[in-house]
């Protein structure tokens, strides 16, 4: 079966969309990569989803209106991508997060449940292309008590463990997040994927882009290469300051977003910067560096025990600087890019959500509960026909 997967991560830096031939059954499937793109959005678009994800007010029909924009976005990045290459059976659509609310609590209350806004509607996107398509992935692992997130660690376990290596795939989007992967033979049979987990690690690119935002007047939206913070050095005093947020100490499950690291942490971030009197260099060195140095402190504080390798993807592992940070860190543990054993790093997470859309359309649960906390394991997703 041809999928083609869609998703917008929280830097809104565009639609990354993957044509995906996906074969098996259940947990014993291949994936390959036919074709994949990142689309940009329109700029006007993306200002709009970005001053939504900061909580400007919206009506409601400024709301379906953003909705239907985002979906008419999507199904042109799938109709695209498929005028390219090759047609498609299905299209599995993750959509662009604007709200994410992680649980309240354990107490019995509407309110305790996590709450989560992808817009992009998947009736819309079905209509458009005229293919069933799978949206709504995060409601069903809601609804069960679960964080909503992250969804992939099942991919991961299924397309990235090693027969008996412990691994670690570590996602840089604007949000981090891991999955832990001990070896195949110690994950049970078919299935089980006994020992797997993940969450959310903290900020990856989404300080780190409006910083960039910031410092060069609007004219350029990320550090190429991490070359702008590799000029820099970073404040140590800052940086142990930072790492003293509440949420780098909380054990998982756990899951965020820009609702908690987004713009007016940025804020409070750029007041900080200011009072060291660092330069932008220093400013983005220290950013960076609270990207690696949180990631290194999940590690050591939540993981049974180190991986033998740490494999990275998403849009941050083309940034030079973060990795050889996080390499030197984690020295000796090898620190790779999953384009290097065989899955493409950027088109990653838009791989995951084909296999997602995969399993939703031949009724598979998907949701790990040892990662999100649901109660069960569900069939994640709502298919949509033309």
């Known amino acids: 079966m041809n999928v083609i997967g869609l998703i917008s991560g929280t830097s809104v830096d565009g639609i990354d969309a993957a044509l995906v031939e996906i074969k098996g059954s259940g947990f014993e499937i291949s994936a390959q990569l ?4 990142t689309y940009a959005y329109e700029p006007d678009l993306r200002q ?3 001053a939504a994800s900061a909580g400007e007010p919206l009506s409601m029909a400024g709301f379906a209106q953003l909705d239907d924009a985002i979906a008419t976005a999507f199904a042109q990045a799938a109709q695209t991508l498929q005028a390219n290459t090759l047609s498609a059976d299905l299209i599995a659509s993750h959509g662009q997060t604007v709200f994410h609310r992680p649980p ?9 449940l996590a709450y ?15 293919l069933p398509t799978v949206s709504n992935f995060r409601s069903a692992d809601i609804a069960a008590g679960g964080q909503g997130a992250p969804l992939v660690s099942a991919i991961d376990a299924c397309l990235l463990s090693h027969p008996k290596h412990v691994r670690c795939v570590q996602n840089l989007g604007g949000i981090g997040n891991v999955t832990y992967l001990p070896s195949l033979q110690s994950q049970g049979v078919e299935g089980e994927m006994l020992g797997v987990f993940g969450w959310d690690t903290g900020p990856a690119n989404s300080l780190i882009d409006l910083a960039v935002h910031h410092f060069s007047q609007g004219q350029q939206h990320y550090d190429r290469d991490g070359l702008w913070a590799a000029q820099g050095t970073p404040c140590q005093p800052l940086l142990h300051q930072w790492l003293r947020h509440p949420y780098f100490h909380q054990p998982p499950p756990k899951s965020t977003g820009r609702e908690l690291f987004g713009w007016d942490y940025w804020q409070q971030c750029l007041i900080d910067l200011q009072a060291y009197a660092l330069s932008p260099a220093d400013s983005l060195a220290t950013l960076s560096q ?36 996080l390499q030197q860190c984690l020295a000796p543990i090898s620190v790779l890019t999953t384009d290097e054993v065989g899955l493409c790093a950027e088109a990653k997470e838009a791989i ?5 859309g995969f399993w939703r359309y031949h009724g598979v649960p998907s949701n790990l509960p040892s990662v999100t906390g649901a109660r069960r394991r569900l069939v994640l997703g709502e298919l949509y026909r033309p």
């Not at 309240?104 to 305790?112: I, M, W, Y």
Request: aromatic share 6%; proline share 3%; charged share 10%.
């Open 116 to 130: 989560s806004v992808q817009l992009g509607r998947g009736a819309a996107i079905a209509h458009l292309t005229q």
């Open 352 to 356: 995951a959500f084909a296999v997602l």
């Open 48 to 50: 709009q989803i970005l």
């Open 104 to 112: 309240q609590g354990e107490q019995a209350t509407v309110q305790a």
């Open 34 to 37: 036919l074709a994949s793109e």
């Open 290 to 325: 609270l990207t690696v140095m949180s990631i290194v402190q999940n590690y050591t504080d939540f993981l049974p025990q180190l991986p033998d390798e740490v494999l990275l993807c998403g849009g941050g592992s083309r940034n030079h600087y973060l990795r050889q940070q």
